[in-house]
């Protein structure tokens, strides 16, 4: 079972990069990683999904070092609009014991 | 763009009444979901749908059920209301491909409360 492990809560200031950090320690050989953002009063959104190494798309990037026990979502040079819960995940589809949101990284931005 | 709805965003119900969400997606997706939403518990899975008129429970199916009748419709049915089923209710579908990087889209909820 692919727990993972988030920082409750961050503050971050209009401009900063923003690392969020997730522990997975038991992730499987084909698992990957996928990183939603949700804003109040609405459903999760997808960011950013990789397996190994780093991914980066128009919204963020993700660092996922060589054991793949953890990985960092990185927002760069975030603004108010940012303001989410960030959730990772780690497993596939379709296998109950990994559809696991837990409760996600609070981030607060300030302008 | 897939486009997942949602019947309603907010509800209000009173104990024992018999409570149909709806959720339609029109991108032929395979796989439905349904999941509520608490505060400090995160979202947790309630059924799942991997094909028209299959199912599976997932981790709190207790006091729901759930009819896939049509591949784009997935209906989360509450039998007796109860106010601690007052929650957020989430629907998602994915493509059903299979394949280990395939991800959810998900709707934009429905805030359910029982008095």
């Known amino acids: 079972l692919a727990k993972t492990t988030q920082p409750i809560s961050m503050d971050s200031y209009e401009g900063q990069e923003v690392n969020i950090t997730c522990s997975h320690n038991?992730?499987?050989?084909?698992?990957?990683i996928t990183w939603y953002q949700q804003f109040p009063s609405q459903g999760p959104r997808f960011i950013i999904q990789?397996?190994?190494t780093k991914v980066t798309n128009e919204v963020a990037s993700l660092f996922i070092p060589a054991d793949r026990k953890s990985s960092t979502l990185s927002l760069p040079r975030v603004s108010l609009s940012d303001t989410a819960v960030y959730y990772c995940?780690?497993?596939?589809?379709?296998?109950?014991?990994?559809?696991?949101f837990g409760t996600g990284t609070r981030l607060q931005v300030f302008p | 763009d897939v486009k997942v709805t949602q019947s309603s965003r907010y509800l209000v119900k009173r104990t024992g009444e018999k409570v149909f969400l709806e959720c339609v997606q029109d991108m032929d997706h395979e796989n439905m979901f349904w999941y509520r939403q608490d505060p400090g518990l995160g979202l947790r899975l309630i059924y799942f749908s991997y094909d028209v008129k299959m199912k599976e429970k997932g981790d709190i199916p207790e006091g729901y059920s759930v009819s896939r009748e049509k591949k784009e419709r997935f209906s989360l049915i509450l039998e007796s209301a109860s106010t601690n089923q007052t929650s957020m209710y989430l629907c998602?579908?994915?493509?059903?491909?299979?394949?280990?990087?395939?991800?959810?889209?998900f709707g934009p909820g429905t805030r359910l409360l029982v008095l």
């Open positions: 038991n992730i499987a050989t084909n698992d990957y």
């Open positions: 998602a579908s994915s493509l059903g491909s299979g394949a280990a990087q395939e991800t959810q889209y």
């Open positions: 990789g397996y190994k």
């Open positions: 995940l780690v497993g596939r589809l379709l296998n109950t014991d990994k559809l696991i």
